[in-house]
């Protein structure tokens, strides 16, 4: 059983151009979460998200990030116009059921870099 | 909102040491408690969780939490690390199901512990 994958796992875009980051979460798991992680400040929350349906988003900020987890495919982070404090590491986890008792599983992350 | 305190941003620690991890949380109700570990360059995965029950929590790889009411403390401890031991850990905090909150974590800020020969 696949973990959960995101790819690419290292990103380097310019000043301005746009990133995607991609998740798929584990099989059999419908809620899928996106965090930031930056040296020295531990994981912040962005966006949680079910198939179709944007459940929770108060962690993104409200310009130039999207996110979208459609009926087929992977989950997508969108950042347009990326800037230099957008470089981050971005880490997409899964869960199978919405509860707060199930742990999440977490994907090794992407890692952006913005010059 | 729930708030997750990890004292000590760096721990250190011989071989064969016991070490402990601290983590305090802010909540009025008891919530569910996760410690979780990243490895370099990877994401995190589970230690071990306590949701009800014995306050004592085993987990993987020899690590074991204590749940402490009173004191609003989930320490993590081993008590004898190895090299490979050598990792981040994050302490992370949820509302319980029963009491409407959000079902998102709230994540310390992580202890790097590193563990030298």
């Known amino acids: 059983n696949a973990g959960v994958m995101q790819n690419p796992r290292h990103l380097v875009r310019r000043r301005g151009q746009e990133a995607r980051l991609r998740c798929s979460p584990m099989?059999?798991?419908?809620?899928v979460y996106w965090y930031r992680q930056l040296p020295e400040e531990g994981l912040k929350f962005m966006v949680y998200?079910?198939?179709?349906?944007?459940?929770?988003e108060s962690g993104m900020p409200k310009e130039r990030f999207s996110a979208e987890f459609p009926k087929e495919g992977p989950s997508i982070l969108r950042i347009q116009q990326v800037v230099r404090g957008d470089s981050a590491a971005y880490f997409c986890a899964s869960s199978p059921r919405t509860s707060s008792s199930y742990e999440q599983y977490f994907g090794p992350g992407t890692r952006l870099t913005v010059t | 909102a729930q708030s997750v305190t990890q004292l000590g941003s760096h721990v250190s620690v011989s071989e064969g040491a016991l070490v402990l991890l601290r983590c305090n949380y802010s909540s009025s109700v008891p919530p569910y408690l996760f410690w979780y570990v990243q490895y370099p360059n990877q994401g995190l995965q589970l230690l071990l969780k306590?949701?009800?029950?014995?306050?004592l929590v085993k987990g993987i790889n020899g690590f074991e939490a204590e749940f402490n009411k009173s004191q609003t403390s989930f320490h993590l401890r081993k008590p004898s690390v190895h090299i490979s031991d050598t990792a981040e850990y994050f302490c992370a905090v949820s509302d319980d199901d029963a009491s409407g909150g959000s079902y998102i974590p709230t994540f310390g800020r992580g202890t790097s512990l590193i563990v030298h020969p």
């Open positions: 099989k059999g798991h419908s809620h």
């Open positions: 306590y949701l009800s029950g014995s306050t």
């Open positions: 998200l079910q198939k179709e349906n944007i459940i929770d």
